[in-house]
């Protein structure tokens, strides 16, 4: 009877180091899927700091090509105005002309 109460507790001991054993390396590896997912965590912190900054950029660049655009537009409708009026004023220079030399 004692040799197999200490077979019995020699099995339970053996049980529970491998129980201890199979909990630890469970631990162990919930550890590293914490330290991944922390950092997936950062590197996606960092990606959207990323494109925070490029959606600003863009949208600045938007601001600075709209601005420019509206410039050149304005520009546009000046030279096409100043043109008009100079072609008139030739019109008018060439028919003095032609009837001072008539």
Known sequence: EREQFNTHQE????KLENRTIQLNEFAAT??????D????EQDLKQKQKTLE???RSLKSSVEK???????MEERLRL????NEESEK???KEAKR???AHR
Do not use: Y
């Open 97 to 99: 002309l032609e009837a």
């Open 79 to 82: 030279a096409k105005q100043q």
């Open 11 to 14: 099995d339970t001991e053996v």
């Open 30 to 35: 919930l550890n590293e899927k914490e330290e």
């Open 53 to 55: 900054e490029q959606e």
């Open 37 to 40: 997912l922390n950092s997936t």
């Open 89 to 91: 004023d030739n019109i």
């Open 65 to 71: 090509f709209s601005s420019n655009r509206h410039k």
